[in-house]
């Protein structure tokens, strides 16, 4: 009779388990979900328009400054007394060269510094280059401050779609290099015709509209740019496996025979 009371309670507790269980299951996956921290994916999409929105402004100053100068060069020749059209071309070879000579060394820059600091760094030098070439008192003084700019669009450039990519959903990423190529061929196709309305006010302007656009840029991407821990991690890496004071003092050493 007790073997027959125990038999029974164990199958009244596991007909109760299994009503239950299902029940108490889904309410923990359910508190689970519901308190669960998003993923990288998920809280970098959150922010996916803010970061699109500065990389954009940054994109367009760089492609922009590929074409729009073309326009201005009958203008830049006469406000510098004629210069002959040999010295004028270096205002367009200078910016072309130098930008595409320096994009894999500023690719591996923005890796070791960060992104986020390579495009802002990129956006500020860009910006104080396009102010000087917008001063500039000579064609080669204008060359000189082109080459700067181009330095500054080559660190900004690789910065910027990593940028994105981090920002975007993995599922996502490919339609993200898609916006990012339209942007930048978007820019670089407007670009004679944004001169031309410029060059009729004054050739300057076409420099200085880098400015306001540069400045907006990095106030909005010190607040919306997410920093990036791991190029710290990764800059120290690369000094400590330099070592150079230690392999210099090693180097001065006596050697025992």
């Known amino acids: 009779m007790t073997e027959s009371a125990a038999d029974g309670r164990a199958s009244g507790v596991a007909e ?11 309410g923990t996956a359910a508190g689970t979900r519901t308190g ?7 809280r970098g999409q959150a922010g996916f328009g803010p970061v699109f929105a500065v990389v ?7 492609n922009l400054d590929m074409f729009i ?7 830049i020749g006469r406000s510098f007394g004629g210069a002959n059209l040999a010295n004028l071309s270096w205002v367009l070879n200078a910016y072309a060269i130098v930008f595409a000579a320096l994009l894999v060394p500023a690719g591996r820059a923005a890796d070791l510094i960060g992104r986020r600091a390579a495009f802002l760094t990129g956006m ?4 104080l280059a396009s102010a000087a070439c917008a001063v500039a008192p000579d064609v080669w003084v204008l060359v000189a401050a082109r080459v700067v700019q181009a330095a500054g669009g080559a660190l ?5 779609l990593g940028l994105l990519l981090a920002a975007a959903r993995p599922d996502k990423r490919a339609g993200t290099i898609r916006a990012w190529t339209s942007v930048g061929g978007a820019a670089a196709a407007l670009g004679p015709v944004i001169g031309g309305a410029l060059v009729a006010a004054s050739w300057h302007w076409v420099f200085l509209v880098n400015v306001p656009i540069v400045v907006i840029a990095v106030a909005a991407g010190l607040r919306v740019l997410p920093p990036d821990p791991a190029a710290a991690a990764r800059a120290r890496s690369a000094v400590t496996e330099r070592n150079w004071p230690g392999s210099f003092s090693r180097s001065l050493k006596p050697t025992r025979v």
């Open 156 to 160: 900004l450039m690789p910065a910027s």
């Open 56 to 62: 954009c402004a940054g994109i367009v100053c760089v």
């Open 16 to 26: 109760e388990l299994t009503e239950t269980g299902p029940a108490t299951v889904t």
């Open 124 to 127: 500020v030098v860009f910006g």
């Open 69 to 75: 100068v073309n326009v201005a060069i009958p203008s």
């Open 36 to 42: 669960a921290v998003p993923e990288a994916g998920q």
